[in-house]
């Protein structure tokens, strides 16, 4: 809740200082994505040494096991774009680092992509993005950037219609030489799934919707605050709330509104069921499909671009489309593909028919 509700920073003067419009969060990046499993946050390591590492050491050591502080810091790249669909988005921006051997976190949120990669890779991220004709424009303090690609659709930050996601790209194993090919990473990542048992499972009772917060920048403080503190009681109702959510991301940054995708069930918990607070929230039903990936190194690579590959080719084969819209949510723990409901029997026939058969290609 500190993390989340605390929006702001004290000055020198010990004066707080607040973002600048509605929504904007004070940190670049923040995400605290809840399963039916586990939960996984990802925030500045100041915030994570503050907050959290004295909870941990409090835990018995039963408990202690089973809670975890990366030691490794990250780095997070904005990938700025519009126009592409999420499928091919993701398989576009995944390929050059999966084929570079690069272990990352993919993030969609509803305005923009974010990748997570370790801080000491950051410079081969660049160039390897680079390498596919993205551009990075640095922001003047160096801590954070913007990758663009002029020779795409992928060109300026975007709205989205699809899901508010997060996702660790995972199963390349440490010491395997990278894939010369998408069709060789699709195999390879398959095999892998396959040898570690690991097949995709879904509970359609969880339904998925994506939301953002408003844009007002013209609205005044007071109403702005007001808007905000609507939000964030919302928030607080979804993560205390009994049963506890099933499935829940939230995204925020300090560039954009915020950016969720949480059960259907819990928009009631939203002042005015999130009318006039929520972009989105009567948008299409998802259905996340899980993969539990608990037992892969953190270090291997490659199973977002895999995945989305083979859903992009799998679905053109039974469908006949190029245009399959997709998301992911990935945890160190487990994997999720968000699907919207009236695709889910096609991605999960795509994923069992490649599972059954340990090769992915037409």
């Given at each position: 809740?500190?993390l989340l509700l ?15 419009r509605p ?7 923040v995400?605290?994505?809840?399963t039916?499993?586990h939960c ?5 390591r ?8 004295p909870?941990l ?17 990250f ?7 519009e126009?592409?669909?999420?499928g ?5 921006l ?8 690069i ?9 923009s ?7 000491s890779?950051?410079?081969?991220v660049?160039h390897?993005l ?6 990075f424009e640095?922001?003047a ?6 990758m663009?690609?002029?020779a795409s659709?992928?060109?300026h930050?975007?709205?989205r219609n ?6 660790l790209?995972?199963?390349l194993?440490?010491?395997t030489?990278?894939p ?12 892998t799934l396959?040898q570690k048992?690991?097949s995709?499972r879904v ?5 998925l919707?994506t ?15 007001f808007t ?7 928030l607080?109702?979804?993560l205390t709330t009994t049963?506890p ?5 939230l995204?925020l940054?300090?560039t ?5 995708t949480?059960e259907r ?8 069921d999130?009318?006039d607070?929520?972009l ?6 998802q259905?996340?499909?899980t ?6 190194p ?7 671009c895999g ?6 080719d799998?679905?053109?084969?039974r469908l006949?489309?190029d ?6 949510l990935s945890?160190t ?9 009236d695709?889910l029997?096609?991605a999960?026939e795509?994923l069992?028919?490649?599972e059954?058969?340990g090769v992915?290609?037409?």
């Amino acid at each position: 809740m500190q993390l989340l509700l605390h929006n702001g920073s004290l000055g020198e003067d010990g004066d707080a200082t607040h973002p600048q419009r509605p929504w904007q969060f004070w940190h670049p990046f923040v995400n605290v994505s809840v399963t039916s499993s586990h939960c996984s946050v990802v925030c500045p390591r100041r915030q994570a040494d503050t907050l959290f590492a004295p909870i941990l050491a409090g835990l018995g050591t039963a408990v202690k096991d089973e809670v975890s502080i990366s030691t490794e810091d990250f780095s997070v790249i904005m990938i700025g774009g519009e126009g592409l669909e999420a499928g091919q988005r993701v398989l576009e921006l995944t390929s050059p680092l999966a084929m570079a051997g690069i272990p990352i976190f993919f993030f969609t949120s509803y305005w923009s992509d974010f990748i997570l990669v370790p801080l000491s890779a950051r410079v081969k991220v660049i160039h390897a993005l680079e390498q596919r004709g993205f551009v990075f424009e640095a922001e003047a303090d160096g801590e954070a950037g913007l990758m663009t690609n002029p020779a795409s659709p992928l060109l300026h930050p975007h709205q989205r219609n699809t899901s508010s996601t997060s996702s660790l790209d995972f199963v390349l194993l440490p010491g395997t030489p990278p894939p010369t090919s998408v069709s060789e990473l699709q195999t390879r990542t398959f095999a892998t799934l396959k040898q570690k048992n690991i097949s995709p499972r879904v509970d359609r009772t969880i339904e998925l919707v994506t939301c953002a917060g408003l844009k007002e920048p013209t609205v005044s403080s007071s109403a702005a605050h007001f808007t905000e503190g609507k939000l964030q009681l919302g928030l607080v109702k979804c993560l205390t709330t009994t049963p506890p959510p099933r499935f829940l991301s939230l995204t925020l940054t300090d560039t954009e509104s915020v950016s969720l995708t949480l059960e259907r069930r819990l928009l009631p918990l939203f002042f005015n069921d999130g009318e006039d607070l929520l972009l989105g929230k009567d948008g299409p039903v998802q259905i996340p499909i899980t993969l539990d990936f608990e037992n892969l190194p953190a270090e291997s690579t490659g199973l977002v671009c895999g995945v989305a590959s083979r859903l992009i080719d799998g679905m053109r084969h039974r469908l006949g489309a190029d245009v399959f819209d997709t998301s992911y949510l990935s945890t160190t723990r487990a994997g999720h593909v968000i699907v919207y409901e009236d695709e889910l029997d096609n991605a999960m026939e795509c994923l069992r028919g490649a599972e059954r058969n340990g090769v992915v290609g037409d």
